[in-house]
T-cell receptor, first 112, second 111 residues
Framework: DVKVTQSSRYLVKRTGEKVFLECVQDMDHENMFWYRQDPGLGLRLIYFSYDVKMKEKGDIPEGYSVSREKKERFSLILESASTNQTSMYLC???????????FGPGTRLTVT | QKEVEQNSGPLSVPEGAIASLNCTYSDRGSQSFFWYRQYSGKSPELIMFIYSNGDKEDGRFTAQLNKASQYVSLLIRDSQPSDSATYLCAVNTGGGNKLTFGTGTQLKVEL
């Protein structure tokens, strides 16, 4: 079974703080993704990575950056958190040969 | 027009009935289609995928794909209260391994 873990289930941060969300997978998957999920808007892709040190922007990258120094770990960084970044953040992984994505448990981030 | 569209629901069906969930997509080049189930407060869980036109069955679930009409559906037979969840349709778009998700249909199975 694919196991995808995220560093926190719930997180509360203040406006302007730098926030790190971490995702770790144990299945040697090349592809990793970060999404945010908001009511009525569904899942929106923030960034993704096909390999170590490689990253590509998704549909809503503004205000975010990512880091992938090791294959199993993909970090999402909010450089200066804002209240409109309050959301559920979901990490997913996939093999390069398939499209099926497997999700971590999610981090519910509140920015006050 | 949204790339992947679903009726938000809620769709209410009695226990034991067939639930039919529908999804349309706009990218004619899409090749892979997925259904995820998401319980409230939880992350999406993959339940079905389909690549070819026609039906694909897995237990009580059947995925149906019609590329000419650009729709994919999910049938849940003998619906159970435990099937109550939001069902997300996902389609690969733009090449590579990216998926575009619909906003989901909320299903309620009533006793």
């Amino acid at each position: 079974d694919v196991k995808v873990t995220q560093s926190s289930r719930y997180l509360v941060k203040r406006t302007g703080e730098k926030v790190f969300l971490e995702c770790v997978q144990d299945m040697d998957h090349e592809n990793m993704f970060w999404y945010r999920q908001d009511p009525g808007l569904g899942l929106r892709l923030i960034y993704f990575s096909y390999d170590v040190k490689m990253k590509e922007k998704g549909d809503i990258p503004e205000g975010y950056s990512v880091s992938r120094e090791k294959k199993e770990r993909f970090s999402l960084i909010l450089e200066s958190a804002s209240t409109n970044q309050t959301s559920m953040y979901l990490c997913a992984t996939a093999k390069p040969s398939g499209y099926e994505q497997y999700f971590g448990p999610g981090t519910r981030l509140t920015v006050t | 027009q949204k790339e992947v569209e679903q009726n938000s629901g809620p769709l209410s069906v009695p226990e034991g009935a067939i639930a039919s969930l529908n999804c349309t997509y706009s990218d004619r080049g899409s090749q892979s289609f997925f259904w995820y189930r998401q319980y409230s407060g939880k992350s999406p869980e993959l339940i079905m995928f389909i690549y070819s036109n026609g039906d694909k069955e897995d237990g009580r679930f059947t995925a149906q794909l019609n590329k000419a009409s650009q729709y994919v559906s999910l049938l849940i037979r003998d619906s159970q209260p435990s099937d109550s969840a939001t069902y997300l349709c996902a389609v690969n778009t733009g090449g590579g391994n990216k998926l575009t998700f619909g906003t989901g249909t909320q299903l309620k199975v009533e006793l």
